[in-house]
């Protein structure tokens, strides 16, 4: 079974509005942290948020903030008041246990702005 | 501040040639050192992680081999490579004891095309 699913392959999204990426995970860990890359056409994998499991409130950093449904299992990254730059990959990741040394990724959905 | 290094770029092998791509990382000691295969349009697909000198965790039985000769040197090697091998091999770094909150950082990639 797939760790994580990102059901959205691709989106397009006008410029200046708010885009949410959609993450749903699946772990029987109590203890696991999630993560969202982002990959630019250049290829680099850019660490954008991250959100633990007992954290008791949603992460945000910056323009990008972290929709945690635990109860739903989904990690929904939103990007608010979107830019020609945000266009790229997203990937959601999760590392499950507190010593974990590996993450798991997801397929990735391509975000295109338009202006 | 720490960073990564990862090279070559880009690399054009004949199929059944020898490989060897070098990681290096900077501003930091003992790392966890992983490096992932991401094929176009798809996911990371992790195929190598060290927790220390010499220690090296396989993910995916395959004909490449990876290596860390120095604490901060992360090698992925191939005796022969195969027209599968191709793709884009990511090297990343993240601090002990990896706890739950750290990301894993990125090299910028080498783009691998075997003919």
Request: some cysteine.
């Amino acid at each position: 079974a797939q760790k994580i699913t990102q059901t959205q392959p691709g989106m397009f999204v006008q410029e200046k509005e708010a885009v949410t990426l959609d993450c749903t995970y699946d772990t029987s860990d109590p203890s696991y942290g999630l993560f969202w890359y982002k990959q630019p056409s250049s290829g680099e994998m850019i660490f954008l948020i991250y959100q633990g499991s007992y954290d008791q409130q949603n992460a945000t950093e910056g323009r990008y903030s972290l929709n945690f449904q635990k109860a739903r299992k989904s990690a929904n990254l939103v990007i608010s008041a979107s830019q020609l730059g945000d266009s790229a990959m997203y990937f959601c990741a999760m590392r499950e246990g507190p010593g974990a040394q590996k993450l798991v990724f997801g397929q990735g959905t391509r975000l295109t702005i338009n202006p | 501040s720490q960073t990564i290094h990862q090279w070559p770029a880009t690399l054009v092998q004949p199929v059944g040639s020898p490989l060897s791509l070098e990681c290096t990382v900077e501003g930091t000691s003992n790392p966890n050192l992983y490096w992932y295969r991401q094929a176009a349009g798809r996911g990371l697909q992790l195929l190598f992680y060290s927790v220390g000198i010499g220690q090296i965790s396989s993910e995916v039985p395959q004909n490449l081999s990876a290596s860390r000769p120095q604490d901060r040197q992360f090698i992925l090697s191939s005796k022969k490579l195969l027209l599968s091998d191709s793709g884009f091999y990511l090297c990343a770094w993240s601090a002990l004891p990896g706890g739950r909150g750290q990301p894993q950082h990125f090299g910028d990639g080498t783009r691998l095309s075997i003919l």
